[in-house]
């Protein structure tokens, strides 16, 4: 006899939703294969064929490709890396702030923090290295 208490089969889709990683390839219910982007209250952000879709957590099926975690840190940080050595006094940049865009001018890498000159008021700012970084090409 099951314990009237006992989580049900069907309850647990929303537990494996919160566990996931961007990246992650899933199926849906629907049998489309997408890519997971991000969690929201009761949906979630996927990705196909380019395009973002917020769909219904009871949409998800199974993960069919966990995304390495580590391995992705070490691409990022190795980008990073790249964008910084790219970068030329004067070049424009943006860092990614909590999904803001914000805009800088390059001046130089000074120890672990990025120097860049805010175009508005033309002050200096100096930016930590863990945001997340893009080269503006004009």
Same mark, same amino acid.
């Given at each position: 006899?099951?314990?009237?208490?006992?989580?049900?089969?069907?309850?647990?889709?929303?537990?494996?939703?919160?566990?996931?990683?961007?990246?992650?390839?899933?199926?849906?219910?629907?049998?489309?294969?997408?890519?997971?982007?991000?969690?929201?209250?009761?949906?979630?952000?996927?990705?196909?064929?380019?395009?973002?879709?917020?769909?219904? *957590?009871?949409?998800?099926?199974?993960?069919?490709? @966990?995304?390495? /975690?580590?391995?992705?840190? =070490? &691409?990022? #940080?190795? +980008?990073?890396?790249?964008?910084?050595?790219?970068?030329?006094?004067?070049?424009?940049?943006?860092?990614?702030?909590?999904?803001?865009?914000?805009?800088?001018?390059?001046?130089?890498?000074?120890?672990?923090?990025? *120097?860049?000159?805010?175009?508005?008021?033309?002050? @200096?700012?100096? /930016?930590?290295?863990?945001? =997340? &970084?893009? #080269?503006? +090409?004009?």
């Amino acid at each position: 006899m099951e314990h009237q208490y006992a989580p049900k089969e069907k309850n647990m889709k929303p537990l494996e939703v919160m566990e996931l990683h961007t990246g992650d390839k899933i199926k849906l219910t629907n049998g489309d294969i997408m890519e997971f982007v991000e969690l929201k209250r009761t949906k979630f952000v996927a990705s196909m064929n380019g395009q973002n879709y917020r769909v219904p *957590i009871n949409m998800y099926d199974s993960v069919i490709e @966990k995304v390495d /975690i580590n391995k992705l840190t =070490e &691409i990022k #940080k190795e +980008e990073k890396k790249s964008i910084l050595s790219e970068l030329k006094k004067g070049d424009w940049f943006y860092i990614n702030k909590n999904g803001n865009a914000i805009v800088f001018k390059f001046e130089e890498v000074k120890g672990q923090k990025i *120097i860049g000159i805010n175009p508005i008021n033309g002050g @200096k700012t100096r /930016i930590d290295m863990s945001f =997340e &970084i893009g #080269k503006i +090409e004009m």
